[in-house]
């Protein structure tokens, strides 16, 4: 107890409660129970180990008669398929049934006022059903009020009964048993009032780790079906565009394709044997509104149509197409004037027709009613409803009364407006997802003892302590200053807003009241009784006339002085001083945007007199968005990028301040030098993030700052990597065919360590603009000190394509360039990568002479190693080489070959003469072996078999006529 009157504690100073709820929050910490947990409603301990259903007759051996009518249904049938079970269901529903399952019940405290169910309920409007019920005892009940205390939040093992209790009611109570979709938050783990806390979204983008990421939906996923909840509202699918946007801290990064790649693996994860339904946020260009503004002005996102395509649009279709994804929230933003919540192009055309969604479309909060009172497209929130539905959306999702939807819709149903056939495609929908999910199969969590065993886990915890650490990014290490010897370092201090705040691993959309390890504490347990730590807090996040502070700043008073000045007297008594700055939720998330990248508050104050002291400086940022620490970056040695870091944090950070942990994330965003700069991100066309001059100074002619701080996929390590042979195979493909490109990472240094390979793509001549650098492939790869690995990444058509000026997906022939670096600046190595429509292929392969199988003759320039020429002794191709041609190697990839297989191969400079050049016998097949040649001028090249039987998918070398 005494965790949460701490925990309640802090909630009660951030947020600066009134004296009433004080006086309950305290007689409650003072009491150890709440007079609700005192009520004979709470189940005795030994009814939480396994639920234990009525002796109620629908419960039969293996299926429920949810209807009541004592036979089995079709839609009641476990074997029937799933199609079939929803066309049952839906002949069978009347109008009040349906439209109640196109809506969304608050849960308890934000519109439900009953934690279970009540004899009121059956005068309900949800005594006909209900699509979800959203957040319902999960402990959040408003921003800027502490969890719940009401007794179903917890334990798991509680919490879970009593959502097994209010199932009940919709199973047992009405007409047709229809069960109800739970839905939840979940971005940073599940949200409840305990679970497994992990870094918040943007902190999981910094480690590139997929197989990570999948760890991280399967437990958010688990720990939610384990409470009872069916439908999680993850991943975050929005691009991060603008460093101002207050919702930074959910984006996995600048990137569409990383966004995409993470996306899937969270899907997965999540999804896994259909445990959870995983909702996907928010559709669609919802992240690069103007200037970065947001509450009622979240409309007027300033792209142009082509940038939607390729940034926006893309990690959806992807994720849709690849992961099956059941969910997506419709946002509430307009694009080009027209709300995406009224829009059939996108809820319809884009979303099911092309992208193939098969989920449930439901509404992000007052997206509808929006229409009317925002966007002003609609008359009123009938005409709102009727222009929502029409559009696409199955569940409206909001914090009001699920009859302030439901009655106009039926309204509209009962005048004609809608048919129908419209209301069976919705509800067929929501139906789809939850016969998936199995809720009409096991729609009540029975173990409810694994919930209490396996929530928050120590092995989930391990698995949130490794995203902690992965997601830290190493941004500066001035004469290797980290890690710290401890045996070497007597005195440290340690100072900042964000020393020794947990408010960072605290907010909504995940976990609300897990034990959180701070900075102060992380360092204090890892350096014990050896070292003396010194600590004051510096300054607050923010100063009391913050943000208007930031464009009229004012003197340190007297009270900011002394703090600060404390934080000196310190540093000068100690070996080195850890500085932790950044921001919380009073400077990011949602409605929480900015006007400045720079510093809050005092923070650059507090830096720069630590620094004076002369005594070396670690800064630490705990944030959720880029910050423009130009001062920082210049003059303090060595600074490590936290972002949230989740409950684990302190302890991350830690590890890798003391060498117990090697940093390898890397930047998935951009850090500007200031906001005069932005836009300013990733992926960007040529040359738009440079201009003017040079030379600054008084006789300069340069008029603005240039270049990032810290670009994409930034970030250091305690060791070094070298990077070498770089391969493509083939390097001619056409449009339909993948390539693989390999290269060798070597770990130079002298430390263990992980290092992320980055590929990028450049389309060097095109129809229309393209991006400078596409990021098309990653890994995290771990080597220890001089390992070497190997790794593969493929190309597929998707990673070339283009939006034409016609408006389609396209490859243009051409050259393209394939580079590998530690970030989009570091590029360590480059290769060409050639793409050739099918007819100049054929042309080429007009011109190969063979002895026999002449169909066979083209497969073996058609770069796609599954076609294959076959000879035996005596066959031989010949293949044309260009004017002047003087070949240095010939590469072949033999598909098969018998044992003791021979070749020759033979040049001829002119007359049909051929001469021997090279003898050999194939020894590897399933890969390209390379054999040199003499450098020889060469009219022809021919290759001839000699003994055996061989199969050859495809020869490369320069100079073949094509």
């Known amino acids: 107890m005494k965790k949460n009157c701490l925990l309640i504690d802090m909630y009660i100073k951030e947020f600066n409660i009134k004296w009433v709820i004080i006086a309950s929050v305290l007689l409650l910490c003072n009491s150890g129970v709440s007079a609700q947990q005192n009520s004979n409603r709470i189940p005795p301990a030994k009814d939480l180990i396994k639920y234990k259903l009525p002796q109620k007759s629908i419960y039969k051996q293996g299926w429920i008669d949810f209807n009541k009518n004592n036979k089995m249904d079709v839609y009641e049938d476990p074997s029937a398929s799933i199609e079939d079970r929803i066309e049952d269901l839906l002949s069978q529903m009347t109008v009040e049934e349906k439209t109640c399952q196109m809506v969304t019940l608050y849960g308890y405290k934000r519109v439900l006022q009953d934690d279970l169910?009540?004899?009121?309920?059956?005068?309900?409007?949800?005594?006909?059903?209900?699509?979800?019920?959203?957040?319902?005892?999960?402990?959040?009940?408003q921003w800027g009020l502490p969890p719940s205390d009401n007794p179903f939040v917890w334990p798991a093992s509680r919490h879970a009964w009593a959502i097994n209790e209010v199932q009940r009611f919709f199973i047992e109570e009405t007409r047709l048993g229809i069960p109800v979709d739970f839905t939840n938050e979940g971005i940073r783990g599940v949200e409840s009032y305990i679970a497994t806390n992990f870094p918040t979204q943007l902190g999981l983008g910094h480690t590139w780790n997929r197989e990570l990421i999948h760890k991280v939906g399967y437990i958010t996923g688990r720990e939610g079906r384990l409470l009872g909840y069916t439908n999680v509202y993850a991943p975050i699918l929005d691009v991060g565009r603008d460093q101002r946007w207050g919702r930074y801290e959910e984006v996995y990064g600048e990137s569409p394709y990383l966004v995409a790649e993470l996306g899937i693996a969270m899907t997965k994860?999540?999804?896994?044997?259909?445990q959870v339904a995983s909702t996907a946020k928010h559709y669609i260009a919802y992240s690069n509104n103007k200037g970065a503004r947001e509450g009622m002005s979240r409309v007027d996102p300033q792209m142009s149509p082509r940038e939607v395509e390729n940034i926006h649009v893309y990690p959806w279709k992807r994720v849709i197409k690849e992961a099956g994804i059941l969910g997506a929230m419709s946002s509430y933003n307009d694009y080009d004037g027209f709300p995406i919540q009224s829009s059939y192009y996108w809820l319809t055309t884009r979303l099911r027709k092309e992208f193939g969604f098969k989920g449930y479309v439901v509404s992000d909060s007052d997206a509808v009613e929006y229409l009317y009172s925002k966007h002003h497209t609609a008359t009123d929130m009938k005409e709102s409803v009727l222009q929502a539905v029409l559009a696409g959306l199955n569940v409206r999702c909001t914090f009001r009364s699920p009859d302030s939807y439901v009655l106009p819709l039926r309204d509209l149903i009962n005048e004609g407006a809608i048919g129908m056939d419209i209301i069976n495609d919705r509800v067929r929908d929501i139906l789809r997802v939850k016969f998936l999910v199995g809720l009409f199969d096991s729609p009540y969590q029975m173990d409810l003892k694994q919930a209490d065993l396996e929530i928050n886990s120590v092995e989930n915890q391990e698995v949130a302590l490794q995203a902690s650490r992965e997601s830290i990014v190493l941004l500066k290490?001035?004469?290797?200053?980290?890690?710290?010897?401890?045996e070497s370092v007597k005195t440290i201090s340690i100072c900042g807003p964000n020393a020794d705040d947990a408010t960072y691993a605290l907010q909504h959309y995940g976990p609300l009241a897990v034990d959180v390890i701070t900075v102060l504490q992380g360092v204090k347990e890892?350096?014990?009784?050896?070292?003396?730590?010194?600590?004051?807090?510096?300054?607050d996040v923010v100063d009391a006339n913050w943000p208007e502070s930031e464009i009229?700043?004012?003197?340190?008073?007297?009270?900011?002085?002394l703090e600060i000045n404390k934080a000196v007297e310190n540093a000068k008594k100690s070996d080195v001083a850890i500085v932790v700055l950044g921001g919380n939720n009073r400077t990011c998330g949602e409605n929480k945007s900015r006007s400045s990248l720079d510093l809050p508050g005092r923070q650059l104050d507090l830096l720069k007199a630590v620094y004076e002291t002369g005594k070396p400086v670690v800064l630490i940022l705990i944030n959720g968005r880029p910050n423009s620490i130009n001062w920082a970056d210049k003059y303090v040695p060595a600074i490590l990028e936290a972002w949230y870091p989740g409950s684990q944090g302190g302890k991350a950070v830690a590890d890798i301040v003391f060498g117990d942990y090697n940093p390898g994330g890397k930047l998935t965003v951009t850090f500007p030098k200031t906001v005069g700069q932005i836009p300013f991100n990733f992926p960007a066309k040529p040359a738009s993030q440079v201009d003017g001059g040079r030379n600054s100074g008084l006789k300069g002619n340069m008029s603005r700052i240039n270049g990032a701080l810290y670009p994409f996929g930034y970030g250091l390590s305690y060791t070094t990597f070298d990077y070498s042979d770089i391969k493509v195979v083939p390097q001619t493909i056409t449009p339909h065919q993948t390539a693989t490109v390999t290269c060798k990472v070597t770990n130079s240094g002298q430390i263990d360590g992980d290092e992320v390979v980055q590929l990028y793509t450049r389309d060097l001549l095109s129809s229309v603009t393209t991006y400078e650098k596409n990021l098309r492939g990653f890994e995290r790869i771990h080597l220890k000190k001089g390992e070497t690995k190997e790794i593969s990444f493929t190309i597929y058509p998707r990673d070339l394509e283009l939006l034409n000026l016609d408006e389609h997906w396209v490859i243009e022939p051409g050259d393209f360039s394939i580079m590998i670096g530690a970030s989009s600046e570091d590029i360590r190595l480059k290769e060409t990568l050639t793409v050739k429509d099918y007819k100049t292929l054929e042309l080429a392969a007009n011109n190969i002479e063979g002895n026999n199988r002449q169909s066979e003759l083209a497969n073996v320039i058609d770069n796609n190693l599954t076609t294959i020429w076959s000879g035996v002794k005596g066959d031989y191709l010949t293949f044309p080489m260009l004017a002047n041609s003087k070949p240095s190697q010939i590469s072949v990839w033999w598909k098969s070959a018998e044992e003791n297989s021979t070749f020759e191969v033979q040049i001829s400079s002119g007359g049909g003469q051929f001469l021997t050049v090279y003898k050999g016998q194939v020894k590897v097949i399933n890969d390209y072996i390379d054999y040199l040649l003499k450098n020889d001028l060469a009219s022809d090249v021919r290759i001839l078999i000699t003994s055996g039987k061989v199969e050859i998918a495809e020869v490369n070398m320069e100079g073949i006529e094509r």
């Open 117 to 141: 169910p009540t004899a009121e309920w059956k005068n309900k409007l949800w005594k006909d059903g209900v699509g979800a019920i959203d957040e319902h005892l999960n402990g959040f009940q």
């Open 269 to 274: 994860g999540m999804q896994t044997n259909y």
């Open 477 to 486: 290490n001035t004469d290797a200053l980290l890690p710290l010897a401890k």
């Open 526 to 539: 890892k350096v014990g009784n050896k070292v003396d730590v010194l600590y004051t807090k510096g300054c």
């Open 552 to 561: 009229l700043p004012t003197p340190l008073n007297e009270e900011e002085l």
